[in-house]
């Protein structure tokens, strides 16, 4: 039986991914900062819950080493995350802080806890979200997107040192997702024009994002597949927008998206 280590699994895509996995005969570590908020996940069929709070380096350790006593890993999904959005002179000092200690320190920490692991079994997966805001520069994203271009350099960083060892890195890739993300800071503050029209073009001509199932789907496509791909859009509509991204020059695309936000004509 193959297992899954997840941050993060208490709502939105590391949920969705807990019950897919654990659908498909996987075991399942689920990892959250309050196993209270598991629901039906404490319910499931190979599904392990242990608490994990990735400010806490000491219980970082201790639940990675705990999981990789219990368990042959095969697949660390780095998940766990939330995001702040404002104009960049407004977003306080300690709320970036917060916001590293997350998104970036933890994350870390947890990865060079299973790194040694995967390096010795000669095999195994690392996945992390990353975002599109880490691609895609995003106003009033400044200290988010920064945190997520940080994730995917160390995903980058991480294919190169680990490709000699069998172990596969990779970054999902989230647009806008139907998620309860958490956003405990958005200032809009003369920006509210700017963010309606960002939202309009993150939807494509939808009426809502996509849901975190899609999302999940493609963590097992990216788990499973075998193949030696960093990065991995999680559902057609950031397939979409990656792909124009990735296949204008960065300065044509400047141009092209600031005219979209500030509602001038594309030239």
Known sequence: MKTIFITGASSGIGR?????FAANGWQVVATMRNT????ELAELQGVTLMALDLTNPEQIRETCQKALEQFDIDVL????GYGIMGPFEKLPENEIRKLFDTDVIGTMLVTQQFV???KQRHGGVILTTTSLAGIVALPRDGAYGAAKRAQQGMVESLYYELKPFGVQVKA????????????PVNILDGYEDVARRQREYLLQGN?????PAEAAQVVWTAATDGEDRIN?????????????YVSMNVEDFKRYFYGIIYGEKQG
Do not use: R, W
Request: charged share 15%; hydrophobic share 30%.
């Open 16 to 20: 969705e991914a807990a019950q897919l």
């Open 36 to 39: 209270a908020k598991a629901g």
């Open 77 to 80: 999904f780095n998940n766990a």
């Open 116 to 118: 040694p692991h995967f």
């Open 172 to 183: 999902m890739i989230p647009g806008g997702t139907k998620t309860n993300f958490q956003t």
């Open 207 to 211: 009426s809502d994002f996509p849901e």
């Open 232 to 244: 991995y859009p999680t559902d057609s509509v950031c397939q979409k927008l990656y792909d124009q």
